[in-house]
């Protein structure tokens, strides 16, 4: 089963707040939906269920800085900001692309 894609509005504010060159910082993680939860469920393993980090990324206050901060730092493992792996893979290579 295929997961839903983060939101086109969280992938854009957080390509902009890149492209703006105003340091992302780690501040934001006090205010994250998912401080309280597990970290199992945003790291899977191969075939594991990423619904449940998805949802939490869809209502967290914090998910543009999140995927941002991934993106800046080159995360290769986890769900953040509601992105998986691949997902950061597509944006980085569009990051590229436009500079």
Same mark, same amino acid.
């Given at each position: 089963? *295929?997961?839903? *894609?983060?939101?086109?509005? +969280? +992938? &854009?504010?957080?390509?902009?707040?890149?492209?703006? %060159? =105003?340091?992302? %910082?780690? &501040?934001?993680?006090? *205010?994250?939906?998912?401080?309280?939860?597990?970290?199992?469920?945003?790291?899977?393993? $191969?075939?594991?269920?990423?619904? =449940? #980090?998805?949802?939490? /990324?869809?209502? /967290?206050?914090? #998910? +543009? *800085?999140?995927?941002?901060?991934?993106?800046?730092?080159?995360?290769?493992?986890?769900?953040? %900001?509601?992105?998986? =792996? $691949?997902? $950061?893979? +597509?944006?980085? $290579?569009?990051? %590229?692309?436009?500079?």
């Amino acid at each position: 089963m *295929r997961t839903a *894609r983060p939101t086109a509005t +969280v +992938v &854009d504010a957080a390509l902009e707040l890149l492209a703006s %060159g =105003e340091p992302v %910082g780690d &501040d934001w993680r006090d *205010r994250a939906a998912c401080r309280d939860m597990p970290n199992e469920l945003f790291f899977p393993t $191969r075939g594991e269920s990423v619904a =449940e #980090a998805k949802a939490a /990324c869809a209502r /967290c206050p914090v #998910a +543009v *800085r999140c995927l941002a901060f991934a993106l800046e730092s080159r995360e290769q493992h986890g769900i953040w %900001g509601g992105c998986a =792996e $691949r997902d $950061r893979r +597509v944006l980085r $290579r569009q990051l %590229g692309s436009a500079a």
